[in-house]
């Protein structure tokens, strides 16, 4: 720097220093040559304008060579050749996959459910409580889907068919009650949200009503609502 001002001299002295010259040296002196005149006297701010113009044409260029327009002089390549390039396409959204199942054990990411347990079959499980409501978060998969809720028990069976689900924030779908191979089944296809965001799903489950064993002379004091073993989500 000499009074402030930007020493483009220094600029030649400083890449042959660093050993950043390449094989043509001749050329990249040349080069630095005619970027100490164009930059002398420059403030560091006018200094690191003129870099960012320069990178910037430099990129256009390369850009377009690439795109099959020509070689072209080195410089500025004109808003014609800017225009010539290909615009960058954004990369595909790779594809979803079309099923998930989450198993309702202890790695399951929930919300509003108590802890695991492991039934007469050795499979886990998961009661809903003590509110009625409560959250899974699925694999995301590709929409419209199908949500089908593996149901272990129930304390409150009466209310089987009025349970509802929702995906990521939007409407409520009420399920139908099927039953499947292994056990009741409660299905519904709740509409995709307006926004879906991230790797997951939120599902939200609503089973209408808890109650506790307690009440009807048992010693367990929870408030039960639904016990799943499983939630499989299927695109439609």
């Given at each position: 720097m000499q009074g402030g001002a930007f020493a483009a001299a220094d600029l030649?002295?400083?890449?042959?220093?660093s050993g950043a010259l390449p094989a043509d040296h001749a050329l990249q002196r040349r080069i630095l040559?005619?970027?100490?005149?164009?930059?002398?006297?420059?403030?560091?701010?006018?200094?690191?304008?003129?870099?960012?113009?320069?990178?910037?044409?430099?990129e256009a260029m390369q850009l377009t060579l690439n795109s099959g327009v020509g070689l072209m002089e080195w410089g500025d390549p004109g808003p014609a050749a800017v225009q010539a390039v290909e615009p960058l396409q954004p990369e595909p959204e790779p594809s979803l996959p079309t099923e998930a199942l989450v198993v309702c054990d202890r790695e399951m990411r929930q919300e509003g459910f108590y802890d695991a347990e492991t039934g007469a079959n050795g499979r886990s499980f998961r009661w809903?409580?003590?509110?009625?409501?409560?959250?899974?978060?699925?694999?995301?998969?590709a929409q419209p889907a199908e949500i089908r809720l593996l149901v272990h028990s129930a304390f409150c069976p009466e209310v089987l068919g009025d349970v509802r689900v929702a995906l990521d924030g939007g409407a409520w779908a009420t399920v139908?009650?099927?039953?499947?191979?292994e056990g009741r089944v409660l299905v519904a296809q709740p509409p995709p949200a307006e926004v879906s965001r991230g790797g997951a799903m939120r599902l939200d489950i609503d089973?209408?009503?808890?109650?506790?064993?307690?009440n009807r002379g048992q010693s367990d004091p929870r408030m039960l609502g639904v016990a799943l073993r499983g939630i499989e989500a299927r695109s439609v």
């Open positions: 030649r002295g400083a890449a042959e220093s040559d005619r970027y100490a005149t164009e930059l002398a006297g420059l403030s560091p701010e006018a200094a690191a304008a003129w870099l960012l113009q320069r990178l910037a044409a430099m809903i409580g003590p509110e009625p409501r409560a959250a899974v978060f699925l694999p995301r998969v139908t009650l099927e039953q499947g191979p089973v209408v009503r808890t109650d506790s064993p307690l």
